[in-house]
Nanobody, 117 residues
Framework: QVKLVESGGGLVQPGGSLRLSCTASKDIFEMSSMGWYRHTPENGRELVADQHKDGTTNYADSVKGRFTISRDNADARNTVLLQMNSLKLEDTAVYFC?????????WGPGTQVTVSS
């Protein structure tokens, strides 16, 4: 069982930045993959970015060049970050942290990101 908790969401103006954090109850380097998804009523759930144990990193086309996923290399080894720059109105969504340990999928409760002027 892996528990995930997101933080860092909020209200930001277009062009601004936010950094989301996902804290896991286990060492994230043991996970097959860690990533971020977002959900909107219009588009449903979509992958934003993820990192796999083999080093592969994927980004949605809509966020390439603006968002960066990374793993916190601090001693706790249990935090995944999503740096979001040049935010657009269409980035407004609930963002969810996801983990896959090779057997099960785990999800955080989500954090709201609202981009508005």
């Amino acid at each position: 069982q892996v528990k995930l908790v997101e933080s860092g969401g909020g209200l930001v103006q277009p062009g601004g930045s936010l950094r989301l954090s996902c804290t896991a109850s286990k060492d994230i380097f043991e996970m097959s993959s860690m990533g971020w998804y977002r959900h909107t009523p219009e588009n449903g759930r979509e992958l934003v970015a993820d990192q796999h144990k083999d080093g592969t990193t994927n980004y949605a086309d809509s966020v390439k060049g603006r968002f960066t996923i990374s793993r916190d290399n601090a001693d706790a080894r249990n935090t995944v970050l999503l740096q979001m720059n040049s935010l657009k109105l269409e980035d407004t969504a609930v963002y969810f942290c996801h983990a896959d340990d090779g057997y099960y999928d785990y999800w955080g409760p989500g954090t709201q990101v609202t981009v508005s002027s």
